[in-house]
């Protein structure tokens, strides 16, 4: 049932998040102080005072009906968890009492031991620790009859090793922050106390009829269609496509809406996307960490309210074959403690060297660590999606746009300025000046500058955008230190910091210049100029994958205090499992739908034509050739079937024995080859049965939203 609370978002807004302002009210001065360093890294939180920040939030919380809490974290599966435990316990007489201290603030120890760990633990080894992430606010997630605060925090194992996506994410912000400031610092920005990552993310997704989508095994257990023939109007005419939203999608937006409101989590933009029955929510940029925090709460909340609206939610990357899959465009940027935007052009000859500094330093690490990017959105399935319908290819380059590229191209004549933006005259009186921005978008470029900001476009719908952000900020925060050491390298000799900037920038834009790329990416002649580039490393996602034990890799991260080694292995053993299992899921149900479903379809219909045919005895129906023949295709479609269902399930034998990489190369190999002959056989033979005989809802009737 959806939510019955109508008020103003602005009177729910921020109303179950223990933020700074309700910290503010709630502590007393002191302690306020002391939270807010830890917050920003100055000092640790004491004991006592985080026992006065639990009782304090453990009353605020009660007080907003909550009945349980739980450290709320993010294990290396792309989802959350949490283990819930109670305010209220018996004393020693069997009274209630209300226990929440700081140490169960600060410190939890939940079962480590059913997480993805690549073998880091044995089985009866299943202490994992989690602790409190003191950045990003706690919220209460309602329920019925109460409801639970959640204390985001990071996971690791008895080692110290991360078992979440959170840990490296920290650890990567702290490095790029620190080296930004420095960089501001050695160009003489001393009034500057702190830099941060922002990051706001668009998610794609679509929604179905819940009881009609039910009825396909390979949703209900795939979250995509294995099998399914194109409908005769799909997303052609882009009737879709930032249309009126239909009613019963719009009532469900609003309630994620007001409910992300209670979080203080701002949905910005809300849209139909390009195929039918996929849309997108974008939104506000915050801080990085808090963003991933949002992004997760984001998703948890659409799978809780599509349930209650009778929808499908689908996040996977590619539901419906021919048609757009969804993505999770990533957009990065660096704020100072002033609030400028690091990555925003300038009138000012001074804050656009600036600017250059910073995003030559991004041109320069995903130049020499692209092959990162490629291994952080390797999924199983992004498998589908990258390279086609809108998705970005998986080869890794930078688009800057005509201006930029052209004062890059001028800059040995020391120009640093952009050209003046005009108006652009459309001939309509009636209408207002209007601005344009500087380049167009690049819609096949896996990593555009916008204006502000780079949209790293490539990441999948499902996944958490923590490994993509952390890959990013760590390459970034690498090419600051290459573009910093130039710098100073220059000052001892007397020269002025900003021309040391402008020549620094200049060296970073020629090193990384193999990255940026202005054309057409899907092209073929962009597959050969990357590969000449040095620009395509691996052919296959399981390639992309082993690219996280790339030794310069490993270094760079290890330096940076992101992974170290051991952890990063155990980071790619994970991801190649996970990637395993997914296709492996995928071939199971395909099998089963094979022999549930088609096969005896194709066998009602043969019996139908059979008796049709044999109705024609002593009957002049004339040349019945195409009718017999028509019978005929169906019953080698069904012996095709048949052998390639038996190929199928012994190739699916062999994976049993087989390690994680063996298996993923056995299925991009062979198996999902087979999978996509399966799936040509089944549409060809869905075009031709009854509906009436065919055992599961087709596109036609999956893709509509009745109001």
């Keep these: 049932m959806p939510l019955k609370e109508y008020k103003?978002?602005?009177?729910?807004?921020?109303?179950?998040?223990?933020?700074?302002?309700?910290?503010?009210?709630?502590l007393n001065p002191d302690i306020y102080e002391q939270v807010i360093a830890a917050m920003e890294g100055r000092q640790k939180l004491s004991p006592e005072a985080a026992d006065i920040v639990a009782t304090t939030m453990k009353d605020w919380a009660i007080s907003k009906g909550a009945t349980h809490w739980t450290h709320w974290f993010q294990p290396q599966t792309e989802l959350t968890a949490e283990k819930h435990a109670a305010f209220t316990l018996p004393d020693s007489e069997g009274r209630p009492i209300e226990v929440f201290r700081g140490h169960n603030l600060v410190q939890g120890e939940p079962d480590a031991s059913s997480f993805p760990n690549a073998g880091t633990r044995s089985t009866f080894e299943a202490r994992g620790y989690s602790a409190w992430d003191i950045s990003s606010p706690a919220f209460i997630v309602k329920s019925l009859k109460g409801g639970t605060l959640c204390i985001p925090s990071v996971f690791f194992s008895y080692d110290g090793s991360p078992l979440d996506l959170k840990t490296p994410l920290l650890r990567a912000l702290n490095a790029i922050e620190s080296r930004g400031l420095k960089l501001l610092r050695t160009l003489g920005q001393r009034g500057i106390k702190s830099v941060k990552m922002t990051v706001g993310a668009e998610q794609e997704y679509f929604l179905l009829d819940r009881p009609r989508a039910q009825l396909r095994p390979d949703i209900r257990f795939c979250g995509r269609t294995l099998i399914g023939a194109q409908p005769a109007k799909d997303q052609k005419l882009d009737h879709h496509y930032m249309g009126a939203i239909p009613t019963r999608v719009l009532r469900y937006m609003e309630d994620v809406e007001r409910l992300l409101a209670r979080y203080g989590i701002s949905l910005i933009a809300r849209h139909n996307e390009v195929a039918r029955c996929q849309f997108e929510f974008a939104h506000l940029?915050?801080?990085?960490?808090?963003?991933?925090?949002?992004?997760?709460?984001l998703m948890e909340a659409m799978r809780k309210l599509a349930r209650e609206h009778e929808l499908r939610l689908l996040f996977h990357e590619k539901p419906f074959s021919g048609m757009n899959g969804s993505g999770k465009h990533t957009n990065i940027s660096l704020v100072d403690s002033e609030g400028r935007n690091l990555l925003k052009p300038s009138n000012s000859h001074r804050r656009n060297i600036i600017f250059l500094a910073f995003l030559s330093a991004v041109v320069l690490g995903v130049s020499r660590f692209h092959s990162l990017l490629q291994a952080s959105i390797a999924t199983y399935g992004n498998l589908f999606r990258l390279g086609g319908h809108e998705a970005p290819p998986s080869i890794i380059s930078v688009y800057l746009g005509s201006a930029l590229t052209d004062l890059i191209h001028r800059l040995d004549n020391a120009d640093v300025s952009l050209p003046d933006k005009g108006v652009m005259d459309l001939g309509l009186t009636k209408l207002p000046e209007i601005i344009p921005f500087d380049s167009d978008r690049n819609r096949t470029s896996p990593v555009a500058f916008?204006?502000?900001?780079?949209?790293?476009?490539?990441?999948?719908?499902?996944?958490?955008?923590?490994?993509?952000?952390?890959?990013?900020a760590s390459l970034w925060a690498w090419g600051l230190d290459q573009?910093?050491?130039?710098?100073?390298?220059?000052?001892?000799?007397?020269?002025?910091?900003?021309?040391?900037?402008?020549?620094?920038?200049?060296?970073?834009?020629?090193?990384?210049?193999?990255?940026?790329?202005?054309?057409?990416?899907?092209?073929?002649?962009?597959?050969?100029?990357?590969?000449?580039?040095?620009?395509?490393?691996?052919?296959?996602?399981?390639?992309?994958?082993?690219?996280?034990?790339?030794?310069?890799?490993?270094?760079?991260?290890?330096?940076?205090?992101?992974?170290?080694?051991?952890?990063?292995?155990?980071?790619?053993?994970?991801?190649?499992?996970?990637?395993?299992?997914?296709?492996?899921?995928?071939?199971?149900?395909?099998?089963?739908?094979l022999w549930e479903g088609v096969l005896p379809a194709i066998s009602k219909q043969l019996i139908l034509e059979k008796n049709s045919?044999?109705?024609?005895?002593?009957?002049?129906?004339?040349?019945?050739?195409?009718?017999?023949?028509?019978?005929?295709?169906?019953?080698?479609?069904?012996?095709?079937?048949i052998q390639d269902a038996k190929n199928l399930f012994e190739l699916k034998g062999r994976l049993a024995s087989m390690n994680a990489r063996e298996r993923s190369d056995l299925l991009t190999g062979s198996i999902i080859p087979l999978m996509d002959s399966i799936r040509a056989k089944c549409d060809a033979a869905e075009l031709i049965i009854s509906s009436e005989i065919w055992p599961y809802p087709i596109y036609r009737n999956l893709l509509s939203l009745s109001a």
């Excluded at 940029?285 to 709460?297: L, R």
């Excluded at 490539?458 to 890959?471: C, D």
């Excluded at 100073?488 to 834009?509: H, I, S, V």
Aim: hydrophobic share 40%; with cysteine; proline share 4%.
């Design 8 to 26: 103003p978002i602005k009177e729910v807004y921020g109303t179950m998040i223990f933020n700074r302002r309700v910290m503010k009210e709630k």
């Design 613 to 641: 045919l044999s109705a024609l005895d002593g009957l002049d129906f004339g040349d019945t050739s195409a009718w017999r023949e028509y019978a005929g295709s169906l019953g080698r479609t069904k012996n095709a079937l």
């Design 450 to 472: 916008t204006g502000d900001k780079f949209e790293f476009r490539a990441p999948g719908s499902s996944q958490s955008i923590a490994l993509p952000v952390t890959m990013f």
């Design 285 to 297: 940029y915050s801080d990085a960490n808090t963003a991933c925090d949002q992004n997760q709460m």
């Design 483 to 593: 573009v910093t050491n130039m710098i100073e390298a220059k000052l001892p000799g007397g020269t002025d910091p900003m021309d040391a900037a402008l020549e620094a920038a200049k060296e970073a834009f020629k090193m990384g210049s193999n990255i940026l790329f202005e054309g057409d990416a899907y092209s073929h002649e962009w597959q050969d100029e990357a590969r000449r580039r040095g620009l395509i490393e691996a052919e296959s996602m399981p390639d992309r994958i082993d690219l996280l034990s790339k030794p310069e890799n490993i270094e760079m991260l290890a330096n940076l205090g992101v992974y170290r080694a051991h952890e990063l292995d155990n980071l790619r053993e994970i991801r190649m499992e996970s990637f395993a299992t997914g296709l492996e899921v995928e071939a199971a149900v395909l099998y089963d739908m």
